[in-house]
């Protein structure tokens, strides 16, 4: 797979233990993964520019995002995790420091309703300063929040997936494909596949695409994979890809173009 020069990975974290944990956390890593580290990887597979998603378990505080971002803005661009309830200054700050969305993670948390109070807000905000929305959410949590999402001012941004198989008995895929069907400003992003059951992440990918074709996606590596570290290598996760899209030009759309247009890195901001 040859070097690109524009390809974007959409999904990696970075942290370190020395920083400061959310006190509501799942998890909590034993081990450091480094911007130095990152691009290590990054330009091994090729990779020109990466989207930085703050983990959970640092919670709102998104220090060590932006300090990375601003030091080296040619190679990275982030999503922030922030209070629903953040005003727009604070959002436009972020924007100016290089995020280019606010991740929302669902898991183990009641699904929100995204039309009303705090989180109604915050995808107006959103809306208005074209940041991307990117949902991180699983099962019965999307029968209620794909519905609307076609009605939102702003990008969704899918999480791997949507991290719910395809036939699962909770209905959450098909809710959530019926729902990017008629939304065209719904994405998926196609990472994690392995925090799937076997090959289900390959049927995912197929009926996604049946939807929404090549448009509607990007690529995530999940770099470093936590909780499932030494399990891949960053080469595998773009070999992932071509089993899914198969065709070279799919691949460059996905990689590249794609990720581009969705956070709109052609712009002088990036």
């Not at 944990?21 to 330009?43: I, V």
């Not at 982030?78 to 209070?83: F, L, N, P, R, S």
Request: net charge negative; charged share 20%.
């Amino acid at each position: 797979m040859p070097e690109s020069g524009n390809w974007v990975d959409t999904h990696v974290h970075i942290f370190e233990r020395r920083l400061p944990l959310a006190a509501a956390r799942r998890y909590a890593p034993d081990y450091d993964a480094t911007p130095e580290e990152l691009r290590r990887e990054m330009r091994t597979a090729g990779i020109a520019k990466a989207v930085i998603v703050q983990p959970s378990f640092l919670g709102t505080d998104n220090h060590y995002l932006l300090d990375t971002i601003v030091a080296d803005p040619q190679s990275f661009a982030g999503i922030a995790v922030i209070d629903p309830a953040s005003g727009i200054d604070e959002l436009e700050a972020l924007k100016e420091a290089g995020i280019v969305g606010v991740r929302l993670n669902c898991i183990g948390q009641p699904a929100p309703d995204l039309h009303r109070g705090d989180h109604g807000v915050m995808a107006h905000r959103l809306g208005e300063l074209d940041l991307v929305l990117q949902i991180q959410a699983e099962g019965v949590q999307w029968l209620s929040i794909a519905p609307g999402l076609g009605d939102l001012p702003c990008t969704v941004l899918v999480d791997h997936f949507g991290r719910t198989p395809a036939g699962d008995e909770s209905g959450g895929f098909e809710a959530l494909l019926s729902s990017a069907t008629v939304a065209s400003n719904v994405w998926f992003k196609f990472s994690g596949p392995y925090r799937f059951p076997e090959d289900a992440a390959d049927r995912c990918a197929a009926a996604i695409l049946d939807v929404t074709g090549h448009d509607r996606i990007v690529w995530g590596s999940d770099w470093p994979w936590t909780q499932f570290e030494k399990q891949h290598t960053y080469q595998e996760t773009l070999h992932w890809l071509d089993r899914w899209v198969g065709d070279a030009g799919n691949r460059q759309q996905i990689l590249a173009d794609n990720p581009a247009r969705l956070f709109d890195f052609n712009s002088n901001k990036h």
